[in-house]
């Protein structure tokens, strides 16, 4: 594993003032988990197969555990036609994530091989964490960011605890509350309400929308056109410091459609912004009844497993060797506390 990626989780940010003493949830973005020690990560076995993702998610895993001491681990994945609902209301909707460039040219020699390998060690990933006393959760037609959002608020609620969410993902920061706490691997730091509002120089809870004005390229989900952060701040002073609503906005608009174009723009594409502020609002996820009841079963009647024979059996197998040092030791320094009786 790469000392860079090392570094980046054994960092704890002095912001997270660790209580072990109550609860604290441990909810990783497993796919944007994966992706990253994928991309992060050269390592091929004594075969030639491209172990980086596999190996590096592990080891994350086991960083994350270490530094932020949770009490319950999540790990969430999307599922099968994932982006369904959210291309039904906009087709474009991460369209350009078909569209990409080799990540490893020194392992793969095209697009097609290396989507292949990611998939089976998805696959050979969720393998491994069923042999783990976590909860691994996944739902049909559904996407982690609206299973973690629910889980979030599920588990926000309980009595003096915190929950961590890990994920590169910007979205998640609309979820910070005084008792969860967004920890982006890319940076190293852990996003509070007063770390939101340093960064991005807005109130916190007006995030989602500033994400719907100024739109996310990663997911192609277009914004304002013309609108960048000056012209934001200059248009809107109101989101650095009074709370917003998508009418609130419109009403600025219409007050000052004569004084600058973006505001004109504003009210010409209001059909598009409500579209894209519905596909990011994680305060109302895209689930079902039977979804909400499904995540909240899974809190509540957790069946843990802790089978270290299977992991070494699948880590020999696949030839991990170094990624994990004395797997065994590493195992139960790091799981065995979480398995209970349930």
């Given at each position: 594993m790469s000392k860079n990626l090392l570094s980046i989780l054994d960092n704890v940010s002095q912001d997270?003032?660790?209580?072990?003493?109550?609860?604290?949830?441990?909810?990783?973005?497993?796919?944007?988990?994966?992706?990253?020690?994928?991309?992060?990560?050269?390592?091929?076995?004594?075969?030639?197969?491209?172990?980086?993702?596999?190996?590096g998610f592990l080891r994350s895993l086991g960083a994350l555990i270490r530094q932020i001491n949770p009490t319950e681990v999540y790990v969430v994945f999307d599922g099968p036609g994932s982006s369904m609902a959210r291309k039904n209301i906009n087709p474009k909707y991460k369209a350009n994530r078909n569209i990409t460039r080799i990540t490893n040219w020194e392992v793969f020699d095209d697009l097609g091989e290396e989507h292949d390998s990611k998939i089976d060690q998805i696959i050979r990933l969720i393998s491994y964490v069923k042999t783990l006393p976590v909860t691994l959760l996944s739902l049909e037609k559904t996407e982690a960011d609206d299973i973690i959002a629910h889980l979030s608020k599920i588990l926000s609620k309980k009595k003096n605890s915190q929950t961590f969410i890990v994920s590169?993902?910007?979205?998640?920061?609309?979820?910070?509350?005084?008792?969860?706490?967004?920890?982006?691997?890319?940076?190293?730091?852990?996003?509070?309400?007063?770390?939101?509002?340093?960064?991005?120089?807005?109130?916190?809870?007006n995030f989602l929308i500033y994400k719907t004005l100024m739109g996310d390229s990663s997911d192609n989900i277009p914004g304002v056109k013309g609108l960048g952060i000056k012209k934001l701040f200059s248009k809107f002073p109101e989101i650095k410091d009074t709370p917003l609503t998508?009418?609130?906005?419109?009403?600025?608009?219409?007050?000052?459609?004569?004084?600058?174009?973006?505001?004109?723009r504003v009210l010409d594409s209001l059909n598009?912004?409500?579209?894209?502020?519905?596909?990011?609002?994680?305060?109302?996820?895209?689930?079902?009844?039977?979804?909400?009841?499904?995540?909240?079963?899974?809190?509540?009647?957790?069946?843990?497993?802790?089978?270290?024979?299977?992991?070494?059996?699948?880590?020999?197998?696949?030839?991990?060797?170094?990624?994990?040092?004395?797997?065994?030791?590493?195992?139960?320094?790091?799981?065995?506390?979480?398995?209970?009786?349930?």
């Open positions: 997270t003032n660790p209580t072990p003493q109550n609860d604290r949830y441990l909810i990783i973005d497993g796919l944007n988990l994966f992706f990253r020690n994928f991309a992060m990560l050269n390592m091929v076995n004594s075969k030639g197969t491209h172990i980086g993702g596999l190996g590169s993902d910007q979205d998640f920061l609309q979820l910070v509350t005084d008792n969860i706490i967004v920890y982006r691997p890319i940076e190293k730091v852990y996003y509070t309400k007063d770390k939101v509002e340093e960064k991005f120089k807005i109130l916190k809870d998508l009418d609130s906005i419109v009403n600025i608009c219409e007050g000052k459609f004569k004084n600058h174009i973006i505001y004109t598009e912004l409500k579209n894209s502020y519905k596909i990011m609002d994680l305060s109302n996820p895209m689930l079902s009844k039977d979804d909400k009841e499904y995540i909240e079963s899974a809190v509540s009647n957790k069946k843990l497993v802790f089978l270290p024979d299977q992991f070494q059996s699948l880590y020999d197998e696949d030839e991990l060797g170094g990624m994990i040092r004395n797997t065994r030791l590493w195992l139960n320094d790091i799981f065995k506390v979480f398995k209970k009786d349930n």
